[in-house]
RNA sequence: GCCCCCGUAGCUCAACGGAUAGAGCAUCGGACUUCUAAUCCGACGGCUGCAGGUUCGAAUCCUGUCGGGGGCGCCA
């Protein structure tokens, strides 16, 4: 926010250093004042004192930290108190630049009451990325696994738009293979006609599939059966054809409401159906190339990355695109799928694989190959690896194990609990706004859990933790927002014209506008590391600095200059949190 | 055998190579006739798994090691 005078002083620094004779490095970097209450940036001349001793022009028997910190005084002296700064000071080495409290409170709030719903957001960049993510199978349940996918996704999604990005929403659907052969299977043979319950398709349909794998299990012999489907299947038979369509919809309406309930929509949403075909051309074509090798009919058409490569060393190694009987696998369609994105969309500087990361080697497997096939955007393909959800005492989620919690059920649990708690704290809302409060603080809970961790890290999911409402949690936020909203409110909802605050600030007010001043950093560091955990982390810290102002400085009930300024401040910090709520999928709402 | 991830307070997690490693939960003690107490304040709690190395400076980078998890040809 203050990028110009920081550039303007930095060249004004290195002019000092180089006047003194002091190798002066490139550029300075600046970081906030790190003690609370403060208002400022600094740096420090380690870097500078080191680089000084290594060329031998340092005084002799000074230390480095020492040294830095006679460069930092004698910058200090040398710069003055530039303009629109209250102070200057160096210490330890350190040279820390404080505000001008008038000056840089007015600039952070009339910037975040200028941009609004946009506050935090970057300049845009005039360049498309596409995020695939989701992925699910129809025919199958839909469990808290899968869910950090959808709501990681979608949340980097919205940080990279807000970072300038136009960004490509791809869904990529799982609607054919041998679990849906499985499935129509036991539909067929034991549920023959009957429809799924409106509300409950996904349980409905996760439900059959479960059975069906329960029956080969308990009735290997049937298997056969399984087999004879498959292959009236890959012959298109009309009759197993419409069936698989009108089946499949069920999940997809299924998934539809899910994704609905969870604020997610889709720009593209590709089929496994419809890459298959292409797939075993393109295979065709690698084997042609070199690429491929066919080792049919004694074994499987495999591509020796490593051999191709000429690499002794085990790295990327084999895998296999092709079924020994010409049936396909995952690979023989995630390579046309890749394709198929850049013929759509030739401009993407990125495409994005929202995928966990047991397979990593598989997506660097697929990239290598597209690579060696040609393709000048392979180095644009980027595997946004995160780790999975499980149960206590490390139980991997399955459906097939029946070892999951459903979506449908955590989603109940999550809304029943905070429906408990809005009765308890506001029996007074009706009807309607409690439900709607019950839905945003049960739904953020969830997301907030699972957004507020490294990617890498694995979650282990418990009730009690992902459903807890104190402290570092979705609700803490949302809340600080509705104390804003009610501060607001009771204002009449008329925010001040612009001014400069004439009394002096109090350290939360400090605080709190020196974080809402963090917001527009916090979005560029998550959409360059593609981690929501930076805005997870910068929402709590906002409302915290909110809540501690909130306690120590009236708004209405004091002098009327004061009033006109922190109204502007509550003001911005509403529009601080609802953004950063915004960019992690979460409501903000208005009461609870 | 090769490769990847994780290891920080009792528990769950933060911390851009930088100032005194911070939160929440739990435990104990306080604050509501006040803009909503889903809040706030205080106390307690640490050899950042271990050993080396690089650096002015390491939880962070490198090497090794221990512990846990995961991946490696016809699963997805």
Same mark, same amino acid.
């Given at each position: ?73 004698? =910058? ?12 200057? *000071? ?17 600039? =952070? ?30 025919? #199958? ?69 479960? *059975? ?90 495999? =591509? ?52 966990? =990361? ?12 597209? *690579? ?84 890498? #890290? ?85 409302? #915290? ?48």
């Amino acid at each position: 926010m203050f990028e110009h005078e920081l550039h303007q002083i930095t060249t004004q620094i290195l002019k000092i250093l180089a006047e003194q004779g002091i190798p002066a490095p490139e550029t300075l970097d600046w970081t906030p004042i790190p003690f609370s209450g403060t208002w400022g940036t600094a740096t420090n001349f380690f870097r500078v004192a080191a680089q000084e001793a290594r060329a031998g022009k340092a005084p002799k028997g000074v230390k480095v930290p020492q040294r830095a910190q006679q460069i930092a005084e004698m =910058v200090a002296e040398a710069l003055g108190t530039p303009e629109g700064f209250q102070k200057v *000071e160096a210490v330890r080495g350190y040279l820390n630049l404080y505000f001008d409290p008038a000056i840089y409170s007015r600039r =952070v709030l009339d910037t975040a009451l200028t941009e609004r719903e946009r506050f935090g957001h970057l300049p845009s960049r005039g360049q498309r990325v596409m995020v695939e993510y989701s992925q699910p199978n129809t025919h #199958k349940a839909f469990h808290v696994g899968h869910l950090r996918n959808v709501i990681l996704g979608e949340s980097v999604c919205r940080i990279l738009e807000a970072a300038g990005y136009d960004v490509v929403r791809a869904n990529y659907i799982g609607d054919i293979g041998l679990h849906v052969i499985k499935w129509l299977w036991n539909y067929i043979n034991y549920h023959n006609g009957e429809e799924p319950p409106a509300e409950e398709k996904i349980r409905w349909m996760g439900d059959l599939y479960a *059975e069906a794998v329960k029956r080969l299990d308990e009735n290997p012999e049937l298997e056969a059966e399984v087999r004879a489907l498959f292959a009236r299947w890959d012959a298109r038979d009309p009759e197993i054809v419409a069936l698989w369509e009108k089946t499949r919809q069920w999940s997809l309406e299924g998934f539809d409401q899910v994704y609905e309930r969870l604020g997610v929509h889709f720009d593209r949403v590709y089929f496994e159906s419809e890459v298959e075909e292409p797939g075993k051309e393109l295979v065709e074509e690698m084997i042609a190339k070199g690429i491929a090798t066919d080792e049919r009919p004694d074994g499987p058409v495999v =591509v020796h990355l490593d051999e191709l490569l000429g690499l002794k060393k085990e790295t990327y190694r084999s895998y296999v695109v092709l079924r020994s009987d010409g049936t396909s696998l995952y690979a023989t369609k995630d390579l046309p799928l890749a394709i198929l994105k850049f013929q759509e969309y030739p401009d993407l500087a990125r495409s994005i694989y929202v995928i966990d =990361v047991r397979q990593s080697l598989y997506m660097q497997q697929i990239f290598k190959t597209l *690579e060696l096939m040609g393709y000048p955007w392979a180095d644009r393909l980027y595997h946004l690896a995160y780790e999975v959800v499980n149960l206590p005492g490390n139980v991997t989620m399955s459906s097939r194990e029946g070892t999951v919690v459903l979506l449908e059920d955590l989603m109940r649990e999550a809304t029943a609990r905070a429906r408990a708690v809005v009765e308890e704290k506001n029996p007074s809302l009706d009807d309607e706004t409690k439900a709607r409060v019950a839905e945003a603080v049960g739904m953020g809970a969830i997301k907030y859990t699972m957004l507020a961790r490294e990617n890498t #890290k694995i979650v282990t999911f418990d009730w009690d933790r992902a459903l807890d409402f104190n402290g570092v949690a979705a609700p803490y936020i949302q809340y600080a927002h509705v104390r804003a909203n009610s501060i607001l409110r009771k204002a009449g909802g008329q925010i001040p014209e612009p001014l400069a605050p004439t009394h002096e600030l109090h350290p939360a007010e400090v605080e709190l506008i020196s974080q809402l001043a963090q917001l527009p950093e916090a979005v560029r560091r998550a959409a360059e590391e593609f981690k929501p955990l930076h805005i997870a982390n910068q929402a709590y810290d906002i409302a #915290k600095a909110f809540n501690d102002f909130y306690n120590q400085c009236p708004v209405l009930n004091t002098d009327e200059h004061i009033t006109a300024f922190r109204l502007r401040l509550v003001a911005a910090s509403k529009y601080a949190l609802a953004n950063a709520l915004r960019l992690l999928a979460i409501d903000a709402p208005e009461r609870m």
